[in-house]
């Protein structure tokens, strides 16, 4: 296994130390390790050592603590992701016998057309109306309660009316 050459050794071969300045620096060396000793020697590693430990657990956690922001957000997106996957894939009521009245949160009263059995479930508190396009707009959808809460989790101002304690 080839030695790693040290630094004094490096500067000398790269001509950037003289063989007389390479002696001067090993023999301040050998004075300074003879003049402190050994214990203090070794206490002055031992500091650097745990300095270097010190450095490397505020690193550790720097980069861990990062990672989690990362991570949050990764979730965050892909949350957002399901949640207009849900929106998208939400039941459009369907042609039917029965009105629904809802009140709106600018205070209209839409209504939808729904099936005897939709009408039920809506009443029952088993399906939810969502907005299905912009504010603007009444274009609505209907979602399971279940997916509703999700979808309150995320964008709360897209649920039309549910059942109450759905939406905080």
Not at 20 to 25: A, P
Request: aromatic share 4%; charged share 35%.
């Amino acid at each position: 296994m080839p030695r790693t050459m040290s630094l004094r050794d490096q500067l000398k071969k790269a001509n950037l130390l003289s063989d007389k300045d390479s002696r001067r620096l090993a023999h301040e060396a050998r004075v300074e390790r003879s003049e402190k000793g050994r214990d203090q020697i070794e206490q002055e590693a031992a500091a650097r050592k745990q300095e270097l430990e010190q450095v490397s657990a505020r690193e550790r956690e720097r980069i861990r603590a990062e990672q989690e922001i990362a991570d949050k957000a990764k979730k965050q997106r892909e949350e957002a992701a399901a949640v207009e996957a849900l929106l998208a894939d939400a039941k459009k009521p369907g042609p039917g016998a029965v009105k629904y009245y809802f009140e709106a949160a600018d205070g209209s009263l839409p209504w939808l057309e729904l099936q005897p059995r939709e009408a039920q479930e809506v009443r029952a508190g088993q399906l939810c109306i969502v907005r299905g396009g912009r504010a603007s707009t009444h274009t609505y959808r209907l979602l399971s309660l279940e997916a509703t809460r999700r979808v309150a989790r995320v964008r709360p101002e897209v649920v039309v009316w549910a059942p109450r304690g759905v939406v905080q």
